[in-house]
């Protein structure tokens, strides 16, 4: 069932993540002052599920039950278009800024349910009904995460460490996470895998990755599964928080959306059985995102999340031009139209993905890759000009923001004068131009901007991969006829004339 805010909280202070922060674990994540923040956010995510406004876009019944509208299947194009609202309204929540927000796993354990039987191909899965049968396990799994409305996090490369070598050859074969040995009760895996956005969740999904490149077919390093993110062995080390537990007005978005980082160490953890998806076949692992079509519900809720995200682009510039004094220039009348432009391709890219959407192997209505495939190319390239656009348009005003406490002190009403706006108070200018240092210039900020280059995967790669998979033979078979046309028959024209 749709959980709520508090029966979020409340599986996490049961169930604590093993998190290592600053050197410490953290006990209790709904209280540690570095993860507190994101939990209550979450929780207020949650509890947007159960509040009458929202609760017909961002649930749906089935069974007698409400659920989460990530966990929908879609069958019709009205179904995606729904699922779709879904995910701009749960961005809307934080301006876009959550980008592991729960949706987007639930929308991959969605796919891979119920495209199960792909994970049936693997020769190691047991019977069914025997506990070991990997379709069983998928599709289990999906009813489970669906039925508990779970949160969960994932990790789909290897560490670093040598990019030109295959990690069978680095100097430790468990640099990167692999399977060491079968046990009657499951499968212990050793090594680590790169890197957990949003370590607070319930669970961690490691799907079949699309990253193992190595020689022959069968590879330790093939494996999917789930499994709590308290199981024992199992640990993630974060990355310094951002949210340093300032005021809301102060640090808008870091006090509130710092989802976390975390590399994810697994010490001879056993997975059961039930938990497991897939092992050791490599092209099963490679191909699980495209052939459960996972990938492309996953890109479909990054689309829409990234609609809403550069309308709070469009908002803050021109909230920023109105509070300047400056839509007058040209210069700046063009900055915040490139942001529309950006918008409305955004926008045609989701409708384009509904519009052109089809039923998979599977039954599931499925978005199309085309308009997907561009937008998770194009977002990335064109995302540190959007953040350019709000840092010209700001200029100093985006550093010289004294905070709340400041404003409260011996100087406020030195403050009060010298930096109010034509439009607005000191107090509202001020907190307008903390959210844009905080979306664009903070450490919160210029985090906002890495992943935006990488959270789908490296764009050198993902440009590759589109080269690859696109069908270009139309166009130069186009070519090929126009430049071999015949002449036109320049003594008929004449005679015409
Ligand atoms: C803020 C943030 C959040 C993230 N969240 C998640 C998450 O929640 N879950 C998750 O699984 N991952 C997450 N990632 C990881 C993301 O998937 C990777 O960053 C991305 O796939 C690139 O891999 P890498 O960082 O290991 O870079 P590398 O693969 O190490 O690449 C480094 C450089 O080497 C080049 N390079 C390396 N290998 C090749 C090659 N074979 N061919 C051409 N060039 C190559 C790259 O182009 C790049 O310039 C996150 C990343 C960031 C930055």
């Known amino acids: 069932m749709a959980r709520t805010g508090q029966q979020f909280l409340d599986r996490l202070r049961l169930n604590?993540?093993?998190?290592?922060?600053?050197?410490?674990?953290?006990?209790?994540?709904?209280?540690?002052?570095?993860?507190?923040?994101?939990?209550?956010?979450?929780?207020?995510?949650?509890?947007?599920?159960?509040?009458?406004?929202?609760?017909?876009?961002?649930?749906?019944?089935?069974?007698?039950?409400?659920?989460?509208?990530?966990?929908?299947?879609?069958?019709?194009?009205?179904?995606?278009?729904?699922?779709?609202?879904?995910?701009?309204?749960?961005?809307?929540?934080?301006?876009?800024?959550?980008?592991?927000?729960?949706?987007?796993?639930?929308?991959?354990?969605?796919?891979?349910?119920?495209?199960?039987?792909?994970?049936?191909?693997?020769?190691?899965?047991?019977?069914?009904?025997?506990?070991?049968?990997?379709?069983?396990?998928?599709?289990?799994?999906?009813?489970?995460?669906?039925?508990?409305?779970?949160?969960?996090?994932?990790?789909?490369?290897?560490?670093?460490?040598?990019?030109?070598?295959?990690?069978?050859?680095?100097?430790?074969?468990?640099?990167?996470?692999?399977?060491?040995?079968?046990?009657?009760?499951?499968?212990?895996?050793?090594?680590?895998?790169?890197?957990?956005?949003?370590?607070?969740?319930?669970?961690?999904?490691?799907?079949?990755?699309?990253?193992?490149?190595?020689?022959?077919?069968?590879?330790?390093?093939?494996?999917?599964?789930?499994?709590?993110?308290?199981?024992?062995?199992?640990?993630?080390?974060?990355?310094?928080?951002?949210?340093?537990?300032?005021?809301?007005?102060?640090?808008?978005?870091?006090?509130?959306?710092?989802?976390?980082d975390a590399f994810v160490i697994f010490d001879d953890v056993l997975v059961p059985w039930e938990r497991v998806f897939l092992m050791y076949d490599m092209t099963l692992a490679n191909q699980a995102y495209a052939r459960t079509d996972a990938v492309l519900h996953m890109a479909y809720q990054v689309v829409n999340q990234k609609v809403s995200k550069t309308e709070a682009f469009l908002g803050l510039a021109q909230s920023i031009v109105d509070t300047v004094g400056s839509g007058q220039f040209q210069h700046v009348q063009s900055k915040v139209s490139e942001i529309i432009v950006t918008l409305e391709i955004m926008k045609a890219l989701q409708v384009a993905a509904v519009e052109g959407a089809q039923l998979n192997a599977y039954g599931v209505m499925t978005p199309a890759r085309g308009p997907l495939d561009a937008a998770r190319n194009y977002y990335p390239a064109i995302y540190p000009r959007l953040n350019e656009i709000i840092q010209l348009l700001g200029a100093s005003g985006i550093i010289m923001m004294p905070g709340k406490a400041d404003r409260e002190g011996p100087l406020g009403h030195f403050i009060e004068k010298h930096l109010q706006a034509t439009n607005a108070s000191a107090e509202e200018r001020l907190k307008l131009f903390r959210l844009a240092w905080d979306l664009t210039l903070s450490s919160f900020g210029a985090r906002q901007n890495l992943y935006e280059k990488h959270f789908f995967g490296d764009p050198i790669r993902m440009h590759s991969a589109l080269y690859e998979v696109y069908d270009k033979k139309p166009y130069v078979q186009r070519i090929r006829e126009f430049i071999h046309q015949p002449q036109p028959n320049q003594s008929k024209t004449v005679a015409a004339d």
């Open 16 to 260: 604590p993540p093993n998190l290592y922060i600053d050197g410490q674990r953290v006990e209790d994540a709904t209280t540690h002052p570095a993860t507190r923040n994101i939990a209550h956010s979450l929780a207020g995510l949650y509890d947007l599920q159960h509040d009458p406004r929202y609760q017909g876009v961002l649930t749906f019944e089935e069974g007698g039950e409400r659920h989460a509208t990530a966990f929908m299947v879609p069958r019709t194009r009205d179904d995606l278009r729904r699922i779709g609202e879904a995910h701009r309204l749960r961005a809307n929540y934080s301006l876009g800024t959550l980008g592991r927000a729960p949706d987007y796993m639930n929308t991959n354990v969605m796919a891979a349910g119920m495209a199960s039987a792909y994970f049936d191909q693997c020769e190691s899965s047991g019977e069914p009904g025997s506990g070991r049968n990997f379709s069983e396990n998928m599709r289990r799994y999906f009813e489970y995460v669906r039925d508990h409305d779970l949160c969960l996090t994932h990790a789909l490369t290897n560490p670093q460490v040598n990019r030109g070598r295959q990690a069978s050859e680095l100097p430790d074969p468990y640099i990167a996470m692999g399977i060491v040995e079968e046990t009657e009760a499951g499968v212990i895996v050793r090594g680590a895998r790169m890197l957990a956005t949003l370590p607070i969740a319930d669970e961690i999904l490691i799907f079949p990755s699309t990253v193992i490149k190595e020689n022959g077919d069968r590879s330790r390093y093939a494996i999917g599964f789930g499994l709590p993110t308290n199981t024992p062995g199992l640990y993630f080390q974060c990355r310094e928080p951002f949210d340093l537990g300032r005021d809301v007005e102060d640090h808008p978005l870091s006090s509130r959306f710092d989802e976390q």
